[in-house]
């Protein structure tokens, strides 16, 4: 079985989408059952998988997100037999897919899809998301969460299949710190203690606001010296959020950093006193796993996949109750048995999600989909 990987739309690694790709392809081994190849545009021939033994097939297109769709809905069926593809699998299939495949097609879903449709408000593009899922032959999504959301959208209960993204373990786990008091990843140097929150400023659902808010109330309660980390790429709400930082009595303390490496998170996880997570749209909350295995206390939002996620291991609030919140920052900081008790049931429930078990299962669903 020759499998096909499309790249497109996973932002040249720089996203959470792309950061999927990139962990789930260094898990997807060439064997006697199947042979994995990636296609996509010529820049990202080293941006996924580069230590694996994974083919590239380069398309030529310009790099815009129209230009991609416009070849997925005249061109992709058409490449994908050409390159003898006996299935494609599309990891952004919110956003990039093919309107009939001509070749079968195993569907990817991590995002909460009525969300993007209601930030988009494009009425084509929801027709055409649609669609394309519904004639896709497997769906596969990340929680449970998604898959209430697409049944509710209209696609049948039989198509999709619920595998959980893994962790990297040989990245995220708990450590030794060098520094007391600071926290050197170049090119930052972030001075401890802090909390973090790692998430793209794209949408008012991520509560960047709200967790500011949040955060300047529990500086003025405690005056304790802690800082408050926003570590994500910009997106369509940055200018709000950057206003936000600006008006808040707490400015000094907030710092924003822009695209964050992903294999730099781990030390900056291990440095903080926590990891704030508000959004309230997750169907991954792939970053909530991450700091706990790392054995840092997780206090999140209880809206999305995030209780299906962190289970019974996390403090929650409500992400529109800004004292709620607040109070979820004191108490990480200040009760000591509730920090303890999160961070050692984190680390222990953490270890139930891993890439090697997500690889495997979505070769099944690959196999199972040829054998059709």
Request: glycine share 6%; net charge negative.
């Amino acid at each position: 079985m020759k499998v096909g990987i499309d790249t497109f739309g996973c932002d040249h690694g720089r996203s959470g989408l792309g950061s999927y790709l990139n962990s789930l392809v260094q898990y997807l081994k060439n064997d006697d059952d199947v042979t994995y190849e990636l296609f996509g545009a010529e820049i990202d021939r080293y941006t996924y998988g580069s230590e694996n033994d994974v083919s590239y097939k380069s398309v030529s297109l310009p790099d815009s997100r129209s230009a991609e769709r416009i070849w997925h809905l005249l061109a992709a069926n058409r490449f994908a037999k050409k390159q003898n593809y006996d299935v494609v699998l599309y990891p952004a299939a919110a956003h990039m897919l093919p309107f009939f495949f001509g070749v079968p097609g195993v569907a990817i879903v991590n995002d909460v899809v009525s969300e993007i449709f209601s930030a988009k408000k494009d009425t084509k593009h929801e027709i055409h998301v649609k669609h394309s899922l519904q004639n896709a032959d497997k769906i596969i999504v990340a929680s449970q969460c998604i898959k209430r959301d697409l049944e509710r959208l209209g696609i049948k209960n039989e198509k999709i299949v619920v595998i959980h993204n893994g962790i990297d373990h040989s990245l995220f786990y708990p450590r030794e710190l060098l520094s007391p008091n600071l926290v050197d990843i170049k090119p930052f140097a972030i001075q401890r203690p802090y909390f973090i929150y790692a998430s793209r400023l794209s949408s008012p659902t991520k509560k960047h606001i709200e967790l500011i808010k949040a955060f300047t109330l529990f500086k003025e309660r405690t005056h304790f010296p802690h800082r408050l980390v926003l570590a994500g790429s910009e997106g369509a709400y940055s200018e709000e959020v950057h206003k936000a930082v600006f008006a808040s009595h707490s400015a000094s303390d907030i710092f924003i950093t822009g695209y964050f490496p992903h294999e730099s998170f781990p030390e900056l996880y291990s440095g903080s006193d926590g990891c704030i997570f508000p959004s309230v749209s997750e169907g991954v909350g792939l970053p909530v796993l991450e700091a706990m295995a790392t054995g840092v206390p997780v206090a999140c939002s209880r809206s999305g996949a995030l209780t299906e996620i962190a289970g019974e291991n996390a403090l929650y609030f409500d992400s529109d109750d800004i004292e709620q919140m607040a109070s979820a920052m004191a108490a990480i900081v200040t009760d000591k048995a509730l920090k303890e008790k999160l961070v050692s049931g984190g680390i222990e429930w953490s270890k139930r999600f891993s890439w090697e078990r997500t690889a495997q299962l979505i070769k099944e669903v690959l196999l199972g989909v040829v054998k059709k």
